[in-house]
């Protein structure tokens, strides 16, 4: 049974790599993704290239990869919790660096295209355990309307699995190692988020929801 770990690591990375909001996207308006303002293939952009209906349909489909992920790994080996973690872990990278979306790069170099891990990373959690979707998805989008920013949301939703699982193993819930999930997804979205907290820090991300409403009434 041991050699079914890198299947089931390989597995989750193939998985995660597959680039719905592309394949969503070219469906519904012809446009490539790639194409459209920053580029990746997560819901926020699908809803900039094709609408709200695109970037919902693209953040569900993205966040069941990591959640099957986690289910394929807890059904084969229950006890390798590890494995459960890793797995979720593989297909965000999986997501933010398709093997799909190989291209060429500048000067000869290839390079792989995706999104920024947020849907996947909650995909993660919920597969851990379930119930984590009543409270990431809510807290997320409280972050995402009033904070105003997708970059600070996303890196958010990490931290709140991270205090989830914490939580939980204070009192005896799920394992310890659980815990370190949120943990390791925070560095792998901190990683694809970098052009993001670069324009945090200079003062010109984009904002959304309530804040970006009132800047713009704000606005002679």
């Not at 303002?37 to 993205?62: F, P, Q, V, Y």
């Not at 409270?135 to 972050?143: D, H, M, N, T, Y």
């Not at 815990?179 to 901190?190: C, D, K, P, T």
Request: aromatic share 14%; with cysteine; glycine share 12%.
């Amino acid at each position: 049974m041991i050699f079914l770990i890198p299947l089931i690591i390989l597995v989750s990375y193939l998985v995660g790599s597959i680039p719905f909001g592309l394949v969503i996207v070219k469906l519904k308006t012809g446009k490539d993704i790639r194409q459209v303002e920053s580029g990746r293939t997560g819901g926020t952009n699908a809803m900039r290239a094709a609408g709200w209906g695109a970037g919902i349909l693209t953040a569900i489909l993205d966040t069941s990869k990591a959640t099957v992920c986690v289910w394929l790994a807890r059904w084969v080996f229950p006890d390798y919790y590890w494995l459960h973690i890793l797995a979720p872990t593989v297909a965000i990278i999986g997501h933010n660096y398709s093997i799909f979306l190989l291209e060429r790069a500048e000067k000869g170099w290839v390079r792989l295209r995706g999104g920024a891990g947020g849907a996947p990373s909650v995909g993660g959690s919920i597969g851990l355990w379930f119930p984590s979707l009543f409270f990431i998805v809510p807290l997320g989008g409280l972050l995402l309307y009033f904070v105003g920013y997708a970059s600070v949301a996303t890196m958010g939703t990490a931290v709140i699995s991270f205090l989830i699982f914490l939580y939980r193993a204070w009192i005896g819930a799920s394992p310890w190692e659980y815990v370190f999930y949120g943990i390791i997804a925070e560095i792998v979205l901190i990683w694809a988020l970098r052009p993001n907290i670069k324009r945090l820090l200079n003062g010109n991300e984009r904002l959304v929801g309530w804040r970006a409403r009132r800047k713009k009434t704000s606005q002679p």
